[in-house]
């Protein structure tokens, strides 16, 4: 019989594999136990939307006839830098029989007015403070600084709560269209950035949407087709308008919409949304579900609120127009920490 003998070196290389990949596994895992089951610290949030929520049930809505004056204004009112399209005139809506129309047509004007706003700069900065349900689960948020650029689509993120010091980047055609992810604490230290598919488990295990559907232009526009098909449709819902509101200590209208159904909207039960008076862009939504089925009569609004919160999303420090350049979105800042690969 012959012995078959292998060399050291041919035993050393799948060793070698072998450590690579269970340290690269254990580094996986203790990114997504960290994510789900690390600090628990409730995030610092400059307006606190639950309680301004509560404070809305004890505030009038402003009147008909303010609220056909806001209509105009947001229909006419030309937006800096650009002048309104046509796509900002008011539909045809008799304001003095249908208020609820009325406001959301008065929200829709703003959305558009934003939505021409945004489209005529190419970048902008905010403190972006996030929660969201994902899968049965709230997730504890995030608060980030971001950069945001339109075209080519990107976005720089870094953590300044939890998971202080991690960063984030995305550009539209670089890295394969994978977004880099660089860690903070022990995980930087087995793997110090990560190349991830922006759709992948490990990318969405915080997430409803991908990072490729994140920013204000994408928010706006999908708030604008949800209005229209409001309006379309003039389905059983509630729309409050509140004037003189403050968000982020900014001056704000208020719009409170809350559906008649799950067969209205399947997944909305309740939308508080604050628009910038002076942007006319959102800087701040909070979405609600429907409550489960063994919910009784006896369960409050804030109860139902606290328990059903799906989505929220505030930008705070918001600024437009903001100078930025393609080292802004570039692995290469040596601002960044992501040469540590």
């Known amino acids: 019989m012959t012995l078959q003998h292998s060399s050291p070196i041919g035993r050393s290389q799948p060793r070698r594999l072998r450590i690579f990949m269970l340290l690269s596994t254990i580094c996986i895992v203790g990114v997504v136990v960290n994510t789900h089951w690390g600090s628990q610290r409730p995030v610092a949030d400059p307006h606190d939307f639950r309680k301004a929520s509560r404070r809305a049930s004890t505030v009038t809505p402003v009147a008909s006839a303010f609220n056909n004056e806001i209509l105009q204004v947001a229909a006419t009112e030309p937006t800096e830098p650009t002048e309104p399209t046509s796509a900002t005139q008011p539909l045809d809506v008799d304001v003095q029989k249908d208020p609820q129309q009325l406001a959301l047509q008065t929200a829709l004007n703003l959305l558009e007015n934003g939505r021409e706003r945004l489209k005529s700069i190419n970048h902008y900065t905010a403190t972006f403070i996030k929660q969201e349900r994902v899968g049965d689960e709230l ?5 980030t600084e971001i950069k945001v650029r339109h075209e080519p689509f990107s976005v720089y993120m870094k953590w300044v709560e939890t998971d202080a010091g991690q960063e984030m980047l995305y550009a539209d055609g670089v890295n394969d269209g994978n977004i880099l992810l660089k860690q903070v604490g022990w995980k930087s230290r087995l793997l110090p950035v990560i190349s991830l598919d922006p759709h992948c488990v490990l ?3 915080q997430s409803r949407y991908p990072v490729t559907q994140m920013g204000l232009l994408r928010l706006v526009e999908t708030l604008i087709t949800d209005r229209q098909n409001d309006l379309e449709k003039n389905t059983d819902l509630k729309c409050q308008l509140f004037d003189d509101e403050v968000c982020h200590e900014r001056p704000c209208y208020r719009f409170i919409l809350e559906y008649g159904s799950p ?3 399947a997944t909305y039960r309740k939308s508080d949304l604050f628009i910038d ?3 006319s862009v959102p800087i701040q939504i909070a979405n609600f579900t429907w409550p489960e089925s063994d919910w ?9 609120d606290d328990e ?7 930008y705070c420090d918001l ?10 979105f570039d692995r290469s800042n040596e601002e960044y920490g ?4």
């Open 139 to 143: 997730t504890e948020g995030d608060v």
């Open 263 to 265: 067969q209205v909207s």
């Open 203 to 205: 990318a969405m295990s």
């Open 308 to 314: 059903t919160l799906i989505e929220y999303y505030g």
């Open 277 to 279: 008076k002076e942007l």
């Open 296 to 304: 009784g009569a006896d369960w409050g609004c804030e109860e139902m």
């Open 338 to 341: 992501f040469q540590n690969d």
């Open 319 to 328: 600024a437009l127009g903001t100078p930025l350049s393609d080292l802004d």
